[in-house]
C-alpha cells in the first residue's frame, strides 16, 4: 500500500489522531484510499456495482454519518436491476452463507450473525422459513430480504408470511427499506 492509500482498520498503523475500532477503518482512509481499494472497503456493505460506484466517486465523507446518508440517498436512487444485483449477495433466511469474490469472507461472516436468530430455531419454525423463502422466491423472483439483526426465528417467518401477500411494487418498497437498514448496520461495522 502507498501512503496515501494506508487502510488503518484491517491491520496498518493508525496515523497521529486516528483511532479506529477494533476492526473499523476510518472514514478518512476510506476517502484518501485509491478508487479499487475503496471499492474494496465498501464491498462488504452492499453488493450493487453501481452503488459502490457513486460511494466511491462521492468521497470524500468525513464522517460516518455522512457516508450512511450518501449510502440512503443512493439506494434511494438505485434501479430494481441494482437493488437485484445487491440482493444476489444475501443468503436465504436460514442458509448458511457462503463466501464468494472479493469481500466474500466479511458479507458472509455478516450474514450469518444477522441470521444467528434462525441458527437455533425450533424444526417447524425453520421448515417454515424454507417453505416460505420458496413461495415467496416464485412470487416476487428473488431471495427474501429482511435486517434479521435481533430478530428470532420465529419473528423472521411471521414477516415473510406477511409479506407474501404484499403485491410487487409494495415488496420492492419494502426490500429497499430493508437493504438500506442492513447497509447502514454494515458500514457502522466497516468504518469508525
Known amino acids: ?35 479499487a481499494t475503496a471499492a474494496t472497503l465498501l464491498r462488504p456493505a452492499c453488493g450493487s456495482a453501481r452503488w459502490i460506484g457513486r460511494l466511491v466517486s462521492g468521497r470524500p465523507y468525513g464522517t460516518v454519518p455522512a457516508l450512511v446518508a450518501a449510502s440512503d440517498a443512493t439506494i434511494a436512487a438505485l434501479g430494481w436491476p441494482d437493488i437485484e444485483q445487491a440482493l444476489a449477495a444475501h443468503p436465504r433466511i436460514g442458509d448458511r452463507a457462503e463466501s464468494e469474490g472479493a469481500g466474500g469472507d466479511t458479507q458472509a461472516a455478516w450474514s450469518r450473525q444477522e441470521q444467528s436468530g434462525a441458527r437455533d430455531a425450533p424444526a417447524d419454525v425453520q421448515a417454515g422459513l424454507r417453505a416460505g423463502n420458496a413461495a415467496y422466491e416464485e412470487r416476487f423472483g428473488h431471495v427474501f430480504l429482511i435486517c434479521a439483526t435481533g430478530m428470532s426465528a420465529a419473528s423472521m417467518l411471521a414477516a415473510l408470511q406477511a409479506r407474501l401477500g404484499h403485491d410487487p411494487a409494495r415488496e420492492r418498497e419494502v426490500v429497499r427499506d430493508e437493504l438500506t437498514k442492513i447497509v447502514r448496520l454494515r458500514l457502522g461495522k466497516t468504518f469508525a
Open 1 to 35: 500500500m502507498t501512503g496515501d492509500d494506508q487502510v488503518t482498520g484491517t491491520g496498518a498503523v493508525p496515523g497521529p489522531g486516528r483511532v479506529p475500532g477494533p476492526g473499523r477503518v476510518p472514514v478518512a482512509d476510506l476517502d484518501r484510499a485509491t478508487a
